[in-house]
């Protein structure tokens, strides 16, 4: 059974950073889409970055663009989401999600796939940004 493992979330201040990881056990992170998405209180979940294996295409939210970086490491099966200039609405809990690529349909580098094309979840990490 594929598992996803969310760390590194935490408190920060307006204007600081932090790393999530999402570690990836039971398959190897290429031929896989990985995708980040969060859920503010009272808010829908979104899609906020994605990428294809360790380093494939990758895609982002307009909300994080520019800010935040997602990357792959193979040798770790592990995706990393680096989150600079973090605001009070990053606030929430993140995600880790995967889709086999090798399905028809959705394709991180067209757009992040949507909640309900994604397979597997983490059970999230929280992230609180106060002003």
């Known amino acids: 059974q594929p598992r996803l493992e969310e760390s590194g979330g935490g408190s920060v201040q307006s204007g600081g950073s932090l790393r999530l990881s999402c570690t990836v056990r039971?398959?190897?992170?290429?031929?896989?889409?990985i995708g980040w998405f969060r859920q503010a209180p009272g808010k829908e979940r979104e899609g906020i970055s994605c990428?294809?294996?360790?380093?494939?295409?990758?895609n982002y939210a307009d909300s994080v663009k520019g800010r935040f970086t997602i990357s792959g490491d193979k040798s770790t099966n592990t995706v990393y989401l680096q989150m600079d200039n973090l605001e009070p609405d990053d606030t929430g809990v993140y995600y880790c999600?995967?889709?086999?690529?090798?399905?028809?349909?959705?394709?991180?580098?067209?757009?992040?796939?949507?909640?309900?094309?994604?397979?597997?979840w983490g059970r999230g990490a929280q992230v609180t940004v106060s002003p």
């Open positions: 990428i294809t294996g360790s380093a494939g295409s990758t």
């Open positions: 999600t995967s889709r086999n690529a090798r399905r028809v349909g959705a394709r991180c580098g067209w757009k992040i796939p949507g909640r309900s094309e994604m397979d597997y």
């Open positions: 039971g398959f190897n992170l290429d031929g896989y889409i």
